[in-house]
């Protein structure tokens, strides 16, 4: 069982539709982060939040907008996508303070999204 | 700048036989490194990781990575393969010194496990 849950598995929406992906971690970390893994491209990070400061947006479209209310909850929420960003979103969480260099990563079984 | 490189992007071996996916990887500091394994609808999950401690890691179902700094490289292994080992699997190494919260995964290397 898996200490990162994320929901909803899957979600097929159209381009002008609003929604949030949602991830929860049972773990005690204090830092969170949101992947995308497309088909035939290395694993892309999009966000990291360390004790629910935002501290890395790596050049992340506005029409991806993360949330973090707190050190166990992280939210995406959705609006205007492209086909394009149809994709494998994982979240993933760690300790102290990011992760870095000596602490991994645990990830949840990610949100298939599929934009028409 | 740190980056990894997978050298396989499949790897197809018959079961109860050995496993070799290798992996370099470039850093201008020392390094941590992982090998982490994604099932098929799954997240990916942590199969061992070097901090600077043992050269030679073991990590879970049977794997081991060794590192080699003269190489650069951090192979992950395995004895003899089991149907269940087939996966993607993944090479990651730290971006940086501290706790920067930043892992540069590798391309990926799928296994394929024939009866």
């Known amino acids: 069982e898996t200490g990162v849950t994320q929901t909803p598995r899957h979600l097929v929406m159209g381009m002008t539709n609003k929604k949030s992906l949602k991830c929860e971690q049972h773990l005690g970390h204090n830092a969170m982060y949101w992947y995308k893994q497309s088909a035939k491209k290395p694993l892309e990070l999009m966000f990291v939040?360390?004790?629910?400061?935002?501290?890395e947006n790596n050049s992340v479209p506005s029409r991806f907008s993360p949330e973090c209310p707190n050190s166990s909850h992280l939210f995406l929420h959705l609006h205007t996508l492209q086909p394009e960003d149809s994709a494998l979103y994982l979240c993933?969480?760690?300790?102290?303070?990011?992760?870095?260099?000596?602490?991994?990563?645990?990830f949840g079984d990610g949100t298939r999204l599929s934009i028409l | 700048a740190q980056s990894v490189t997978q050298l396989d992007s499949h790897v197809s071996v018959s079961e109860g036989t050995p496993v070799l996916l290798r992996c370099n990887y470039s850093?201008?500091?020392?390094?941590?490194l992982f090998w982490y394994v994604q099932h098929p609808n799954k997240g990916l999950q942590l199969l061992l990781k070097?901090?600077?401690?043992?050269?030679l890691v073991k990590g879970i179902n049977g794997f081991e990575a060794e590192f080699k700094k003269s190489e650069t490289s951090f192979h992950l292994t395995k004895p003899s393969a089991h149907m269940s080992d087939a996966a993607e699997y993944f090479c990651v190494v730290s971006d940086g010194p501290g706790n920067t919260g930043k892992l540069i995964f590798g391309q990926g290397t799928t296994l394929q496990v024939k009866p």
């Open positions: 070097y901090t600077s401690a043992a050269t």
């Open positions: 993933a969480s760690s300790q102290a303070g990011g992760g870095g260099s000596n602490q991994p990563q645990h």
């Open positions: 939040y360390n004790f629910k400061e935002q501290t």
């Open positions: 850093s201008s500091y020392s390094p941590s």
